[in-house]
């Protein structure tokens, strides 16, 4: 029977819905396991120590640290006997920090940590018997890295813990989330991503590179209004968002702004307005600003198609 124009289009979505379905459960899965291994090693109250886990493992895990440059920030490597060799690379410390160690190597050795800890990971490892290189904090599209981020965002940030947080209020101020992410000691990316995969609220957090949107997290609340894609690819169409932008691309230092905007202007869903809060944040070792992005909860419609 001779196809009718649009089925193909029709299975192929179907197959990418499939697809993706499959991947974002196994990235739920893996940062259920972080939250479990968490758990499992004690950590009742923030902050998540990684290297505490690590040294936990001693019998299995030997860390190095180094200035390993550009080439990495992370590297796992079976060594045989069961032992896995960890490196992780210190030149994140010569960045402004608090304690012994930048909140990018403590998400960079729980990174490493879900290579280990995720079964299918391990087994790979031993049986390649080669070294995995890792760019961490939602750096790539693969499933293997996207796995370990999840599992880094759930081992610092069990939902135990920072649910609570994230969910006492739709609006929380600049200074709220600040406090907040200081005493989980994580780092700003790794903060924002998992702050809206934890929110009750509507919520989504974007990454724009170059003036155009990159890829992003979006709440539950609003996926199950139908808002679940974003707008990759598209130019930043936000007029407060936009200013932001303009100022000092490239981003040589962090800086940060509030704004407002449209749920519209970031994902695609046009069935009702959404105006939004935004937190705006330029990342400097990326090119990258990163905007957290809050819907009022009063706003959303109680049913499907309402107006």
């Given at each position: 029977m001779k196809r009718r124009s649009g089925e193909a289009t029709i299975e192929t979505r179907m197959t990418e819905h499939r697809r993706d379905k499959s991947f974002y459960a196994k990235r739920l899965f893996a940062a259920k396991l972080g939250e479990e291994t968490a758990g499992f090693c004690g950590f009742d109250s923030p902050p998540v120590d990684p290297f505490a886990i690590a040294q936990a493992e001693s019998d299995l895990?030997?860390?190095?640290?180094?200035?390993?440059?550009n080439c990495f920030d992370g590297y796992i490597e079976y060594a045989g006997e069961q032992r896995f060799i960890i490196c992780y690379n210190t030149k994140y410390n010569n960045w402004r920090h608090s304690g012994d160690f930048h909140t990018k190597i403590l998400f960079t050795i729980a990174h490493e940590l879900g290579h280990f800890f995720i079964e299918e990971h391990r087994r790979h490892l031993v049986g390649v018997k080669t070294g995995h290189v890792s760019f961490s904090e939602f750096s790539s599209d693969s499933l293997i890295e996207q796995q370990a981020d999840y599992f880094a965002a759930g081992l610092l940030m069990p939902s135990s813990l920072l649910g609570p947080e994230v969910n006492t209020k739709n609006f929380p101020s600049h200074g709220e989330m600040h406090d907040i992410r200081r005493r989980f000691n994580v780092s700003l990316t790794g903060f924002l991503a998992r702050w809206t995969q934890l929110?009750?609220?509507?919520?989504?957090?974007?990454?724009?590179?170059?003036?155009?949107?990159?890829?992003?997290?979006?709440?539950?609340?609003?996926r199950e209004l139908g808002a679940f894609r974003l707008s990759r690819g598209e130019e930043v169409s936000c007029k407060d968002a936009s200013a932001f932008l303009r100022v000092g691309e490239p981003y040589q230092g962090y800086r940060d702004a509030e704004g407002s905007g449209s749920v519209a202007n970031w994902i695609e869903y046009d069935r009702v307005r959404l105006p939004t809060q935004e937190f705006?944040?330029?990342?400097?070792?990326?090119?990258?600003?990163?905007?957290?992005?809050?819907?009022?909860?009063s706003d959303l419609p109680t049913r499907w198609g309402e107006e």
């Open positions: 895990i030997h860390l190095v640290g180094d200035d390993f440059g929110s009750d609220f509507p919520c989504a957090t974007v990454v724009v590179q170059d003036g155009l949107i990159q890829f992003g997290w979006i709440s539950e609340c609003l705006y944040y330029a990342i400097p070792h990326s090119n990258s600003v990163w905007i957290l992005l809050i819907a009022d909860e």
